[in-house]
């Protein structure tokens, strides 16, 4: 199984302003996801991102919003920009395995 | 949308076997049958997977229906640490992995001491 990293875990961000968060795996792997999970509900996936090339996007996610790094194989960064309160969610880092995939544990994102 | 329908929530007393059902009638010969649990405040966290053989590991047992329209995850022996909401997926065995596995409401257990 992977070990999955991700900082910041938690963070309480003023209106307006980005926030980046980073995602480290102990393991080389060709695709990472990234996952929100708002208050109350199950996880919708933002992205792929593969590296090397630009993050194929979800219907409802835009990169002006939620723009992604890969720079190698291990790490990838998610920036939530121009923060809303809507934006207050769980966001997770997730690689796949032989068959399933792994998760981090996630960072909680409050926007005041 | 998710292929699965499962119940919101579940009781279950400590000690005994926790039998969380999942229905998933459309599904196809070439998709596999997932469990996730997630413990509040973590990532979800993988649980087991199958064809169409029943499945067991240190964690869990998947028992899923001759005509495999429906699953069941077992856990043996419960415990307080069980309490999660536990999602059933299913996905082929092929593609992108993300956009594959799409996760429900899931079950609410909850294991009572």
């Known amino acids: 199984s992977a070990v999955i990293s991700q900082k910041p875990s938690r963070d309480i961000c003023q209106r307006g302003t980005s926030l980046t968060i980073q995602c480290q795996v102990d393991?080389?792997?060709?695709?990472m996801f990234w996952y929100r999970q708002q208050p109350g509900q199950s996880l919708t996936l933002i992205a792929t991102?593969?590296?090397?090339?630009?993050?194929?996007?979800e219907s409802g996610f835009v990169i002006d919003k939620f723009p992604i790094s890969r720079p190698n194989l291990t790490f990838s960064t998610l920036t939530v920009s121009n923060l809303s309160p809507e934006d207050s969610s769980i966001y997770l880092c997730?690689?796949?395995?032989?068959?399933?995939?792994?998760f981090g544990e996630g960072s909680r994102l409050t926007v005041l | 949308d998710a292929k699965t329908t499962q119940p919101p929530s579940m009781d279950c007393a400590e000690g005994r076997a926790a039998n969380l059902p999942c229905n998933h009638s459309?599904?196809?010969?070439?998709?596999?049958v997932y469990w996730y649990r997630q413990i509040h405040s973590q990532g979800p966290q993988y649980i087991i997977h199958?064809?169409?053989n029943n499945e067991t590991n240190e964690m869990a047992s998947l028992i899923i229906t001759e005509d495999r329209k429906s699953s069941t995850l077992i856990l043996p022996h419960a415990t307080l640490r069980d309490t999660a909401v536990y999602y059933c997926?299913?996905?082929?065995?092929?593609?992108?992995?993300?956009?594959?596995?799409?996760f429900g409401p899931g079950t609410r257990l909850s294991v009572l001491p």
């Open positions: 997730s690689v796949q395995g032989t068959g399933e995939l792994f």
């Open positions: 393991s080389q792997v060709t695709m």
């Open positions: 991102a593969n590296q090397g090339s630009e993050a194929t996007y």
């Open positions: 459309t599904i196809s010969g070439n998709e596999y």
């Open positions: 199958g064809l169409k």
């Open positions: 997926i299913v996905r082929v065995a092929t593609g992108n992995y993300g956009q594959n596995f799409v």
